[in-house]
């Protein structure tokens, strides 16, 4: 429900105040895909710069947002919180094993499985099945 109003309130934004067409307000207000926006925005006679535009804005905004974000939702405390760097000189045999083991059987079942984006989401998909506690 709240995607629904949020994207309402950008499409009056962007039609009344933004002074978009139609077609671009909605595109450009809408949740997705760049591609897809963009794609369907032009073939309803929208402008897909301007849509492109919003649209990467958007994600952009998100992903700088998130880090900020989630730690005060979730209740931790954000002051304090140190990241864990490990160096490279660090990494031993078995860590390039598992790692490699991972690409080749996530590359594997991304092509049986007929993933989108199979040769990301599959070592990817291992990956997270590997490190399933």
Do not use: N
């Not at 990467?56 to 979730?74: E, K």
């Amino acid at each position: 429900m709240f995607i629904v109003a949020a994207s309402a309130l950008g499409y009056i934004y962007f039609w009344r105040v933004a002074g978009f067409d139609h077609p671009t307000a909605f595109f450009s207000a809408m949740p997705g895909g760049v591609v897809d926006m963009v794609t369907l925005g032009l073939e309803r006679g929208g402008d897909e710069k301007k849509i492109a535009l919003v649209q990467t804005t958007r994600i952009i905004l998100v992903a700088l947002s998130l880090p900020f974000l989630i730690p005060s939702v979730a209740g931790g405390a954000p002051h304090g919180t140190r990241v864990a760097f490990v160096p490279l000189a660090s990494f031993c045999v078995k860590d390039v094993v598992w790692f490699s083991a991972a690409v080749l059987l996530g590359v594997v079942a991304g092509r049986l499985l007929r993933l989108p984006a199979r040769y990301l989401l599959g070592p990817m998909s291992a990956s997270a099945i590997m490190h399933w506690d």
